[in-house]
């Protein structure tokens, strides 16, 4: 008779086989065309306690223990200031996904309070990162892996346009400008929101979603940071039902950019102008 799996280990065979097409495959895909990883890389996988941060920690370890490319992680989480239950909630799961943790504490919510009162959101994340940033390169990594998927470039590429006036992209990987010899690489790029919440859900996992007061308590500026996030899933469900392809459709625009059909763009900072082809 065999041997009863553990819960663990019955999650992480749901990702090879019952979502292998939508979580598995589209992570080694996305690995492998931004080339995200080399040998020798010592990776901080950065765990939030949301479900797309514990997706992508067990997605590195089975990679981990698949891959020819010899690499090292580590599963970081930065406590930022997290209450006692969410605290909790995040050591239960990362225990039950059998995810070993580095814990170290931070004090970013408290001083994105007091800096930033109107829009303490935008100020958190940048203050996380670099938090993240300075504590992986101290163990000795050279790389930090965040949770962003696919439906995150696609709805912040159409939040620039609506609302920024701008076309810009998310990068898969980048380079860190702060931290020499770090980058930041987003291994989940190629993965669609909602199969990661048919894992979650498959798997009877529970999740904590943003643990800070803030989203508990959107007023001012950054509720419409909120808002506008919102009307765009919205937005891109509505046209889903016309046309089935739309999300795919604006995730390869950003592959297919057709620079010489802009009337203005930058590189490097430097704006140029489809003028300056011309004499006059």
């Known amino acids: 008779m065999a041997k009863a799996l553990e819960k663990y280990q019955e999650i992480e065979r749901s990702i090879i086989t019952t979502y292998r097409k939508t979580l598995w495959s589209p992570f080694v895909l996305a690995v492998k065309k931004y080339r995200l990883i080399q ?20 997605l590195m370890q089975e990679l981990h223990r698949h891959s020819e490319v010899p690499f090292e992680l580590v599963f970081l989480v930065m406590d930022p200031g997290y209450n006692e239950a969410n605290r909790r909630r995040i050591e239960e799961n990362t225990a039950l996904l059998n995810v070993p943790l580095t814990v170290f504490e931070s004090d970013v919510f408290a001083a994105a309070e007091n800096a930033s009162a109107e829009a303490p959101c935008y100020l958190c994340a940048r203050m996380r990162r ?33 609302y920024g006036g701008q076309i810009q992209g998310m990068l898969p990987r ?46 001012g500026g950054d509720e419409d940071t909120f808002s506008a996030r919102r009307k765009v899933k919205e937005l891109i469900a509505l046209l889903k039902e016309e046309n089935p392809n739309v999300e795919n459709n604006i995730f390869q625009s950003i592959h297919n950019v057709q620079l010489d059909t802009l009337a203005e763009y930058k590189k490097d900072g430097e704006k140029n102008s489809f003028l300056d082809k011309f004499e006059a």
């Open 130 to 162: 670099g938090h993240l940033y300075a504590k992986a390169k101290e163990l000795g990594c050279n790389k930090i892996a965040l949770g962003h998927h696919k439906s995150d470039v696609i709805e912040t590429t159409l939040m620039g346009m609506l």
């Open 174 to 219: 980048i380079k860190s400008t702060n931290f020499e010899g770090m980058e930041l690489i987003r291994p989940m790029y190629c993965i669609l929101e909602k199969d990661i919440l048919r894992w979650k859900e498959h798997n009877g996992l529970e999740f904590i979603a943003c643990a800070c007061k803030f989203t508990k308590n959107l007023a």
């Open 39 to 58: 040998a020798g890389d010592k990776i901080a996988v950065c765990i939030s306690g949301g479900k797309d941060s514990m997706l992508l920690a067990k």
